[in-house]
């Protein structure tokens, strides 16, 4: 079992920057997870964002967040960073960490493991 807590939401106004984090704990510390972050917009569905292999060397992004955020992982390994730059108005979501053993599941949206969600808000 794997717990997660984001934290850092919050209201900004377009061209801001955010920085989201996601702390993972879990019993099995022998355990190795990828981890990444999802949105759901109001009136809309659940979409992928960013996810990060186990070490840090795979990455992947939405080409909607390509260029302006970046994914990263504490060298602990146990918390994951969110760098949201140049925010716009469709940025505005629930964000919602995510976490499988596999990385591809979490690109999917199949992981195993969710956050509770951060609120982030950008006004034009």
């Known amino acids: 079992q794997v717990q997660l807590v984001e934290s850092g939401g919050g209201v900004v106004q377009a061209g801001d920057s955010l920085r989201l984090s996601c702390a993972a704990s879990?019993?099995?510390?022998?355990?190795?997870?990828?981890m990444g972050w999802f949105r759901q917009a109001s009136g809309k569905g659940r979409e992928f964002v960013a996810a990060?292999?186990?070490?840090?060397?795979?990455?992947s992004y939405a080409d909607s967040v390509k260029g302006r955020f970046t994914i990263s992982r504490t060298n602990t390994k146990n918390q994951v960073i969110l760098q949201m730059d140049s925010l716009q108005p469709e940025d505005t979501a629930v964000y919602y960490c995510?976490?499988?053993?596999?990385?591809?599941?979490?690109?999917?949206?199949?992981?195993?493991?969710w956050g509770q969600g951060t609120q982030v808000t950008v006004s034009s």
């Open positions: 995510a976490a499988d053993q596999k990385m591809q599941r979490v690109v999917v949206g199949r992981n195993d493991y």
């Open positions: 879990t019993e099995r510390t022998s355990s190795t997870y990828a």
């Open positions: 990060i292999n186990w070490s840090g060397s795979s990455t």
